[in-house]
């Protein structure tokens, strides 16, 4: 690879997704596609021709969202944390197994779910009235690390004993790092999936104290339509972002679906869809 940083993490992200996940079936339905909606299909086709796809089987519907998480995190690894001159700070990526609920808590500005989930599960009245509201369980999540006295006074002496105790960013003992960013990754949208998605933005906003962290949305759903489910509209989710979005559009074009044409213009003018290789540059805001 000679290009670009993103440019090439875009081709490795291409290349892991059609190791692990991105197959043409026997039948020749791709595996990210709805086998039982034909324009899905053609859409679905089409990409897969584009990136020269090869032939598999597709795995569990657990399996694949697994894997599509592990291959996003890695692709945000390879780009956002070589970024630093545009975003000083120490940073790290990590894919959040096993769906925990109490992984929000590590960090700082959700560090007091911790308490309220403890009291949650000692009072079923409590539970009740709580609801969900608290409960945040993102896929991919960027950190960043606290700094020390030393770090933050090396240029001039920026603070002392006195002054900015309370700052988040400021490392003391027991303080927690900073959620930078909650990614939610979905290998497919179905309605359902679409409103959890925006179930958790919506309490990753309401439930925090402090900065509100980058709310983001990876996909590789073929369909313009399911995609506008997620996408559209705003004060959740700051944006959707494709995993190959320049192909989709140059798919739809040919297949000419006049309603795909006007969705996808929609979202991607309104900004409310990007390409993943727009993501890194994003979380450098």
Not at 143 to 157: G, H, K, V, Y
Not at 189 to 205: G, K, P, V, Y
């Amino acid at each position: 690879m000679s290009g670009s940083l993103i440019a090439d993490a875009r081709r490795t992200f291409h290349e892991n997704l059609q190791k692990e996940l991105l197959f043409v079936g026997t039948s020749g339905v791709p595996t990210n596609a709805d086998k039982d909606n034909k324009f899905s299909v053609d859409v679905a086709r089409g990409i897969a021709a584009l990136l020269s796809t090869g032939v598999g089987e597709r795995l569990s519907a657990q399996s694949s969202g697994g894997k599509f998480e592990q291959i996003v995190a890695s692709f945000v690894e390879d780009t956002f944390l070589n970024l630093t001159h545009l975003r000083p700070g120490r940073w790290s990526v990590k894919q959040v197994l096993g769906r925990s609920r109490g992984e929000i808590a590590a960090y700082a500005q959700y560090s007091h779910l911790a308490a309220l989930q403890t009291l949650a599960k000692a009072n079923a009245e409590l539970a009740a009235s709580l609801g969900n509201d608290y409960s945040i369980a993102p896929d991919v999540v960027v950190i960043r690390d606290l700094e020390s006295d030393q770090a933050i006074n090396a240029p001039f002496a920026v603070v002392d004993n006195t002054v900015a105790n309370r700052a988040d960013l400021r490392k003391a003992e027991g303080k927690q790092p900073l959620l930078h960013a909650s990614i939610s990754t979905k290998w497919t949208i179905r309605s359902d999936r679409a409103q959890n998605a925006r179930s958790e933005a919506l309490n990753l906003i309401r439930n925090r104290k402090g900065h509100q962290p980058h709310i983001m949305a990876v996909t590789a759903e073929p369909l313009p339509s399911r995609l506008a489910s997620l996408a559209l509209g705003t004060g959740d989710i700051d944006c959707v972002y494709h995993f190959a979005l320049d192909e989709l559009r140059n798919v739809v074009n040919l297949l000419n679906n006049s309603e795909a044409q006007d969705l996808l213009h929609i979202m991607v003018s309104g900004k409310r869809l990007k390409d993943i290789s727009d993501l890194p540059l994003d979380l450098a805001v």
